[in-house]
Structures are given as structure tokens and as C-alpha cells.
């Protein structure tokens, strides 16, 4: 529109490009106009209904008891026009079953409370239920650490990649750029690897933490007597409300760098959030350790580890593993990696090194207990991670053995809730079966609901 208003073409004409660029400008104020007087919402019989369209009608039902979250996220534009977006998840959708782009905040607030409120609360419990108050908040010196402190591997190998490809891209357009590039590198292959991949490793630190800056910027937690309200970020500002009886197990991990400076990552384990449904994960940094059980109390009262008797992971678990995943690999790897490179195909003896490593902390760290309202379990390799389990969540049980655990009499336990699975493997086979018929006995007297 400016660009026909106050500029002109060479021959004093507007141009076909311009004449484009308005034609779509007009296009989509029609649409977003259609779109906003075609859009309605409404809650009837326990039921969030959801009408658009005006050529193509759509009738979207959801029913509330299959509400699992309900999310407010404000982006840079929304803060600009101060209203919200809206995002509706349930437990069987990978993405959010439905989304209301624009609401005033208000409204989407109290929009919220009524999708996921318990029908047998009464008014006066709902009203109480929307007093949170603070628990847990990150400073600046907390948001440094957790940002240094991130998986920057991860984010290495996305940008290493991502350089690998934008590189055969356009080594065929202009080869003169790579070659101009290549006469201030040195001759030797090495140094130029080298150089590329500390350049990289650098730039991916950078990104990385200002990532997680980003991401938990402002992160509060606050506690009500329905749940957790989580709300963080700089520009895309996210609010999340966790019921209590949608958590269906709780656990939290630290890298060894993060144990350093006393960080944790704890996450609810939500009804739904299993590896399809990452949207429903939700993640809560933890600047000290004392934090923790007042963040896992309303779930099941924390822990406290004495002299009750656990099981480990049988010492044949290193063997195997070591066998399987280390020198078979390394035995058919190997003489192919000497024909190319020679020399430096020494450096591959070090894998089966570093899985002989892994198996042997696996083993030494792992612990489960099973006491008497919960599975409580201790496992790790080089940082550590607690898994907090009521048993009356449970979904369903099962053993598994191969052929060398049935020789070993040792057993795999895998535990399925609605919020993901939880493995045990190599204990012995006795220990599998106790854990098995307890945990099945345990749900069936207790008097809880795993929703």
C-alpha cells in the first residue's frame, strides 16, 4: 500500500508486483473479517463446543472431563495489542486440539478455570482456587546457571548439521566464495576442521543459552489449591495450570555440571504427555534442592529413604551391554574404518571404552523402592534422576525376558501410565515378579482415582 501511494515505476505506472502485494493485502483482511464473524465458542452439557467457518462449516466437541491443559501464551504481538492465545489440549491429540487466537486476558483466565474445573467443586472452592500464590521464582543468577549449564551438544550437532547442508547447497552455485574462504585456512585438512568445529561449538553455546534465556525468563510457579500455575518468557510469554489429579508421575534429573551448581529439572509426567505429545510436557527448574519436596507434596509426600530394602540392577547388565553395544560394533567397524583412515581408526577403540563406562554407572547407580503408596526410583549415569510413582496410576504391568535374561533368571519390568512408561531393566526375576503382583494389588484396593 505505501509503495502504490508514494512510489512510482520508471514509466509513471504502478507495477504488476504492487498491484500483487495489494491484491493479497485485500485478500486477507477478507478472510481474517470472515474468520472473526464466523468464529464462535461456547460451553454446553459439560462440553466445550467450537464453530468456524463460512463456506467450509466445521463443529468442533470436546468433552471437559478430557481436558488436559489449558495454556495461555502472549507473543510479541499479542503483548502489543494486550489480548492472548488460547490452546486447549487433550490426552489422545499430538498438537492442541484447539486453539482461540485472540481473547482479553480476562476472559481467557476465566475461560480456563471453567475448562478445567471439578464438577463437584462448589463456587466458593473455585474462587479459593484462584488465589495462587508464589513458590518459586528464578533470579537472574539462577537464569545465568541454568542457562550455561544447558545440553549444548544437542544443540551442536542440529548446527553442525544444518552448516554441512547450507554448505553442499552452495558449493555448486559460486565455488570462488569456499575457495576464497580456503586460501586464508591453512593446507593441512586438520586445522581447518578444527577451526570449523570450535567456530561452531562457540556460536551453538551462544544459541543455546539464549534459548533457555529466552524460554525462562520471568519463570513463576505459583500454588493454588487445584494445581500449579507456571507462567515464564520474554518474548513468548506462556502460562500453563496443572491440575493435581492430571499428574500421573513426577521425576527430576541433573547433568553432572547442573548437580555442580545445585540445579535440577523437574517434570510433571501429565495424563497424555507421552513422547507424541510433547506439548503437554511440562518442565520446572529447581535452584535448590530444598525446593523439591515442597514442589512433589501435593503429588505424594517426599521420600524419606532409610534402611528400606531396594532392588538393583543385576552386574550382568555391564557384561552384556558391553558385548552387545561395545566390541560387536566395534568388530565390524573397525577394519572399515582402517581401510579409509588408517591411523585414525584407533580412536574408535575408545567406544567400546565408553559404553564399559555407561553400563557400569548405570548399574552402580540405579535403585528402586517400592514402598507403600508409591514407586520410588534412583538412576543415572553421569548426573542423576528420582522418578516419584503412585501405584494406583498405573495403566497396566508386564515382565519381559530374553534369552539371555531367562538364562540369567534376570527379567525387564515396564510400567505403562498415562503420562509415559516407566523401564526397569536386568533385575532378578524374583524381585520383577514381587514388583509386578504389589503394584497390581496396590491398585486394585486403593480407593483413588488415576484421574
Known amino acids: 500500500m505505501i509503495l502504490m501511494l508514494f512510489g512510482e515505476s520508471k514509466e509513471g505506472k504502478v507495477n504488476r508486483y504492487e498491484i500483487l502485494a495489494m491484491g493479497l493485502l485485500v485478500f486477507t483482511i477478507i478472510g481474517a473479517v470472515f474468520r472473526f464473524l464466523y468464529f464462535r465458542f461456547y460451553i454446553e452439557d459439560a462440553k466445550l463446543i467450537i464453530k468456524h467457518g463460512w463456506l467450509k462449516k466445521e463443529t468442533k466437541v470436546i468433552p471437559l472431563e478430557r481436558i488436559q491443559t489449558v495454556n495461555i ?29 485472540a481473547l482479553h486476558k480476562t476472559m481467557a483466565e476465566a475461560l480456563r478455570m471453567r475448562l478445567i474445573a471439578d464438577k463437584r467443586e462448589s463456587s466458593t472452592d473455585e474462587q479459593n482456587s484462584r488465589k495462587a500464590n508464589p513458590i518459586l521464582t528464578l533470579t537472574d543468577k539462577d537464569l545465568f546457571k541454568l542457562s550455561i549449564s544447558a ?18 547447497n552452495f558449493k555448486d552455485i559460486d565455488n570462488s566464495i569456499f575457495s576464497n574462504i580456503q586460501d586464508f585456512l591453512p593446507k593441512n585438512v586438520i586445522y581447518p576442521f578444527l577451526f570449523l568445529t570450535v567456530a561452531i561449538l562457540l556460536i551453538t553455546i551462544v544459541l543455546s543459552t539464549a534459548r533457555i534465556f529466552f524460554k525462562f525468563y520471568r519463570f513463576t510457579v505459583f500454588s493454588s489449591s487445584k494445581g500449579f500455575q507456571i507462567k515464564s518468557g520474554l518474548f513468548n510469554i506462556k502460562e500453563r495450570l496443572i491440575t493435581f489429579q492430571k499428574i500421573q508421575f513426577i521425576s527430576w534429573k541433573a547433568s553432572w555440571i547442573r548437580k555442580l551448581f545445585g540445579l535440577w529439572m523437574l517434570e510433571y509426567h501429565v495424563a497424555g504427555a507421552d513422547e507424541t505429545s510433547k506439548n503437554l510436557k511440562v518442565q520446572l527448574p529447581v535452584t535448590q534442592a530444598a525446593y523439591i ?9 517426599f521420600p524419606q529413604i532409610t534402611n528400606q530394602i531396594h532392588i538393583r540392577i543385576h552386574p550382568s547388565f555391564i ?15 573397525l577394519p572399515l574404518l582402517w581401510a579409509l583412515s588408517n591411523a585414525y581408526a584407533l580412536f574408535f577403540l575408545l567406544y567400546p571404552a565408553i559404553i564399559f563406562i555407561v553400563a557400569l554407572c548405570t548399574q552402580r547407580k540405579f535403585r528402586l523402592w517400592a514402598l507403600e503408596d508409591a514407586c520410588y526410583i534412583k538412576k543415572g549415569v553421569f548426573g542423576e534422576e528420582r522418578i516419584l510413582f503412585e501405584w494406583h496410576k498405573l495403566q497396566s504391568i508386564q515382565i519381559r525376558q530374553s534369552i539371555y535374561q531367562r538364562r540369567k533368571n534376570l527379567a525387564s519390568v515396564d510400567i505403562q501410565t498415562a503420562g509415559g512408561n516407566i523401564a526397569v531393566h536386568f533385575i532378578p526375576l524374583a524381585a520383577a515378579r514381587q514388583v509386578v503382583n504389589f503394584a497390581l494389588y496396590k491398585t486394585e484396593v486403593a480407593n483413588k482415582s488415576w484421574l
Open 319 to 333: 557384561v552384556r551391554r558391553l558385548l552387545m553395544v561395545g566390541l560387536l560394533p566395534a568388530l565390524f567397524i
Open 293 to 301: 519436596p515442597l514442589l512433589v507434596k501435593d503429588y505424594h509426600d
Open 73 to 101: 501464551e502472549q507473543g510479541p504481538l499479542h503483548q502489543l495489542l494486550n489480548i492472548v492465545k488460547l490452546s486447549i489440549d487433550t490426552a489422545g491429540s499430538e498438537k492442541a486440539e484447539a486453539k482461540i487466537d
Open 151 to 168: 545440553n549444548h551438544v544437542e544443540t551442536f550437532f542440529l548446527f553442525l548439521s544444518f552448516v554441512f547442508g547450507l554448505y553442499e
